[in-house]
């Protein structure tokens, strides 16, 4: 497995790491690991099958300006 070093974190954001590990009985290194998990996504599987959804979506289209796609998008939600 890859590892993560992570620099100049504020001391309130260390305290709160290791308040929330605490609070769910981890150790603030399986918390912070369960954290990016949670928010990036762990299941590789899902992550594939999305991407394989929003490349059928984009099939056929014609690449324009990046703000006209990001507004078409924005609309169609």
Do not use: C
């Not at 929330?20 to 981890?26: F, K, S, T, W």
């Not at 899902?46 to 984009?58: F, G, P, Q, S, Y």
């Amino acid at each position: 497995m890859a590892q993560l070093l992570v620099r100049d974190l504020s001391p309130y954001a260390v305290e709160a790491l290791k308040r929330r590990a605490a609070a769910n009985g981890r150790s603030a290194e399986a918390e912070h690991r369960a954290i990016l998990e949670s928010v990036l996504g762990a299941d590789k599987e899902a992550w594939l099958a999305r991407a394989r959804e929003l490349r059928e979506e984009v099939r056929g289209r014609t690449i324009g300006e990046s703000a006209d796609i990001i507004r078409e998008f924005r609309d169609n939600r």
